[in-house]
């Protein structure tokens, strides 16, 4: 049923006064959960409830909790033909609120603002909810964990919008090892301000764009802007900057009056060390906002990456003592911060084959069917990462039910760029055995050149959110 359904929708005035008094990017949040909530209730009336928790000692009728990024929570009760807004607030709104308090909201009430329709379009995403797993967040295999924030990246995110809407002209950076939120802090930072009329610009890959846009429909192409030649903004977003500090200084000769840089040290192009992080810094006057916890990646999956990351971080391109001690000690800062992290998403799956076969390919590709109700449908869940083999007519026949769901997106290693900031169900990653001895133990007197591109391996093994398998095979070469 796609028509617009007779549902009411009214605020009590509890709500009214949490509302009002909440910061513009929770209202936001609030307003896209409930415009959610009603495309829901007209498409599938008779499951809607299934997909909400509920405070049953609650009566009359169900009183449901609906979960806001950041920890925070609204409180609605629904009938067949009326939405009433009952309270919002941190994890202590659903503990303070009881019968007494019900009884007066239904009393006390009025018509809700039209901001909380459909109808009133957000200009960014388009969410289409779906069944939720089994999972510790329930946005997992949908398109909204493309932009999820859990209660560090929220904070983040308040911080830095607190800051554009108070005008204080103050460039940021958002610093964090992979699967910290930063670029869902950025999509969330366009969306909202591009929805408040903002003159809002995104500095962006093409792949990430599309990525993002054909699973959530979003139109991103319109506010991307070039990297150096843009019109005045009220903001700019750049995630994964190449030249830091030359994105800074362009920005204030264009006029910017708010700039947010999203990166992974570890994961620039050019070499980079605490102290060109502590110059740009100072000389810019950067706020900079650190994450600690990755909730991108489940934690079995987390663990694994960390190793073989610390792994290739402990190792150095040189041989003499002295190079090797200033190399890691220009890095000390940068080292600890993409790499100390907490994984807060419990579970996962990580594997790895030494002398790997094609039963193992067959046995981990059934093993995410069997899981097939947990797969996402917005797009490729499985990465597959191929460096120096290609795939058998085998591998290719026992892929082929995933291929059929337009489920995997295979790529060389010179083609790793395109999955920067990326995310998939599950990573497959093909290496002959002596890299995968190198990453497993280490090494020393690589050169610069190749140690770079083994630091690069933690772009596709930090892609895993599920599950991470690793085959090693004999290398034709």
Request: charge should be negative; hydrophobic fraction near 35%; charged fraction near 30%.
């Amino acid at each position: 049923m796609s028509h617009r359904t007779n549902l009411q929708m009214n605020i009590s005035k509890r709500f009214n006064k949490s509302y009002s008094s909440a910061s513009f990017p929770l209202q936001k949040l609030a307003e896209g959960k409930i415009r959610d909530f009603v495309n829901l209730q007209r498409s599938e009336p008779k499951t809607l409830l299934q997909h909400y928790g509920r405070l049953t000692q609650l009566l009359p009728g169900p009183v449901i909790e609906i979960k806001l990024s950041g920890g925070h929570r609204l409180l609605a009760q629904y009938s067949e033909d009326r939405l009433l807004l009952l309270d919002m607030g941190g994890h202590e709104v659903v503990g303070r609120y009881d019968i007494k308090k019900l009884e007066n909201d239904l009393q006390k009430n009025e018509q809700a603002p039209q901001q909380f329709w459909p109808e009133n379009k957000s200009k960014f995403f388009v969410r289409y909810p779906v069944d939720i797993p089994s999972n510790k967040y329930e946005e997992e295999v949908s398109p909204e964990w493309l932009y999820f924030l859990d209660n560090e990246q929220y904070a983040v995110y308040q911080q830095i919008a607190l800051s554009v809407i108070n005008a204080e002209h103050q460039p940021h950076f958002i610093i964090g090892g992979p699967g910290t939120g930063k670029t869902c802090i950025i999509l969330n930072l366009l969306k909202y301000f591009v929805d408040d009329d903002y003159k809002v610009g995104i500095v962006i890959s093409d792949y990430l764009r599309a990525y993002i846009e054909n699973a959530t429909h979003a139109d991103i192409s319109q506010y991307c802007v070039g990297l150096y030649n843009y019109p005045p903004l009220d903001l700019l977003l750049v995630d994964d900057p190449e030249n830091i500090r030359e994105i800074l200084k362009t920005s204030d000769d264009n006029k910017v009056n708010t700039i947010v840089a999203a990166f992974d040290p570890l994961q620039l192009p050019y070499d980079f060390t605490d102290r060109k992080l502590e110059g740009v810094s100072s000389d810019f006057v950067v706020c900079r906002h650190e994450l600690r916890t990755c909730y991108r990646q489940k934690e079995n999956v987390g663990k694994s990456t960390k190793h073989i990351v610390e792994i290739v971080e402990a190792s150095t391109p040189f041989l003499r003592q002295d190079k090797i001690d200033k190399f890691r000690q220009s890095r000390e800062h940068l080292s600890r911060l993409s790499n100390d992290l907490t994984f807060v998403n419990p579970h996962g799956y990580a594997e790895d084959y030494p002398e790997s076969t094609v039963n193992d390919v067959k046995a981990e590709i059934n093993r995410i069917l069997k899981g097939e109700r947990l797969m996402w449908k917005h797009g490729p869940g499985l990465l597959i990462l191929l460096d120096g083999y290609d795939l058998s007519e085998e591998d290719n026949a026992a892929l082929e039910p995933l291929m059929q769901r337009k489920y995997v997106k295979i790529l060389r290693f010179d083609q790793i760029e395109e999955v920067k900031g990326l995310e998939f169900q599950h990573v497959f990653i093909f290496i002959d055995k002596k890299l995968y001895e190198e990453l497993q133990n280490g090494f020393k007197g690589s050169g610069q050149k190749e140690y770079h591109r083994r630091r690069m391996y933690r772009i596709p093994f930090s892609r895993a959110k599920d599950s991470l398998v690793t085959f090693a095979i004999e290398s034709d070469v």
